[in-house]
């Protein structure tokens, strides 16, 4: 997948490590892509992110009921370890909930309390001022703009000893990004890699783990 040319001016900061000079990744349906020599995250030239009222109306298309058993089974790739881990009556904070909090709504009926905050549909920043024995932010990191400040923020949230959990597709083969179903949601603008998120839990000092594919716990030292 060579990128066409001309590229637009490179950014100056990968966006998810702030490792300087990015490179040309790819252009794929006339958007240009960037790759991180450092943590091999891509993401989108923000010269093509949506506009604010277009990405909030993408985002009520989204049909993710609490109630829907397939969503549960799919939010149980993150749920079921992150709660093998928790201590009873844990309090977490669902980082980007989103219109319909399935999420919250199993660690709730596994017995911890939650709090939401999304920046469009639990807009309430007071619980951001509060620390968590938990945050989860699923189908989320993908939209961040701005990745490493949003990491910083969701690594601040956790108490010592407490848990970041977090999900978002792996993007593994090159080959196929163009096709890729992830790629192809035009609210999707950063693209995480094992690696990347390995790096991301290094920079904030926080120790990491993988139980599955497109699932990272990563924890604050006690």
Sequence with gaps: MSPRA???AAPALCPVC???EPSPFSSVDGKDYWRCRACEAKFLD???YLTPHAEHAQYKLHENHPDDPGYRRFLSKLADPLLARLQPGSRGLDYGCGPGPALAAMLT????????????FAPDRQVLEAQYDFVTCTETAEHFHDPWTEFETLAGLIKPGGWLAVMTGFQTDDSAFARWHYRLDPTHVVFYRETTLRQVAARLRLAIEIPVKDVALMRKAG
């Design 46 to 48: 923000p010269r093509h």
């Design 6 to 8: 001309p590229f637009s």
């Design 109 to 120: 009926e596994a017995g911890h309390e939650m709090a939401l905050y999304d920046p469009l």
């Design 18 to 20: 702030r490792t300087p």
